[in-house]
């Protein structure tokens, strides 16, 4: 199985910071890697597909880079709204899998 | 506008049978793969099984951990999606979440609010 490994687990910042959290693969999946972000009680809502792909009404300030074995997801300038916990998920073959999550809270 | 609304959760003791339904609208669920994660409390996202759509003969395929215990399969004709789960165990009580993907590289961009499984005696 390919494992995925997020870091930070835990990520403390400001309003207005810029973050990146990295995904680090056990084995290379190509493009084939998602980024989702969960609020406390929701459902996880996709952001980033085939490593970059920006999902409509996303705003901009969220991007995607890497391929192979190595990703990262970039903030911008965090508004209050993304302090939630963020998940990288592989689909390059089965079992698909999530990386551990990357909880992002206020400072 | 895609929605997905699952029922069926609740409290089963463990060894017990329970039957999640996923009631699909705004798309045609066979153009769809169809996919279960779930998430214990306080926990991560677990991947759980697919189903793929009708195009690619709706195949499926397991995680390891409920392979052969739990089984995927839909109703087109009523839009609907279905996971039954038998000979449950504690380590399976979590909220689960029916997705659908649409894009090329299958990833989960629809998904429904979840039904919490709880097994306990």
């Known amino acids: 199985d390919i494992q995925l490994t997020q870091s930070p687990s835990f990520l403390s910042a400001s309003v207005g910071d810029r973050v990146t959290i990295t995904c680090r693969a056990s084995?290379?999946?190509?493009?084939?890697l998602a980024w989702y972000q969960q609020k406390p009680g929701k459902a996880p809502k996709l952001l980033i597909s085939?490593?970059?792909a920006l999902q409509s009404e996303v705003p901009s300030r969220f991007s995607g880079s890497g391929s192979g074995t190595e990703f990262t997801l970039t903030i911008s300038s965090l508004q209050p709204e993304d302090f939630a916990t963020y998940y990288c998920q592989h689909l390059n073959h089965y079992p698909i899998t999530f990386g551990q999550g990357t909880r992002l809270e206020i400072k | 506008e895609v929605h997905l609304v699952e029922s069926g959760g609740g409290l089963v003791q463990p060894g017990g049978s329970l039957r999640l339904s996923c009631a699909a609208s705004g798309f045609t669920l066979s153009d769809h793969y169809m996919d279960w994660v779930r998430q214990a409390p306080g926990k991560g996202l677990e991947w759980v099984v697919r189903s793929r759509n009708k195009a690619n003969s709706y195949t499926t395929e397991y995680a390891a951990t409920v392979k052969g215990r739990f089984t995927i399969s839909r109703d087109d004709s009523k839009n609907s999606l279905y996971l039954q789960m038998n000979s449950l165990k504690t380590d399976d009580t979590a909220v689960y979440y029916c997705?659908?993907?649409?894009?090329?590289?299958?990833?989960?961009?629809?998904w429904g609010q979840g039904t919490l499984v709880t097994v306990s005696s």
């Open positions: 084995q290379g999946v190509d493009r084939y």
């Open positions: 997705t659908s993907s649409t894009g090329d590289y299958r990833d989960f961009d629809y």
């Open positions: 085939a490593a970059s």
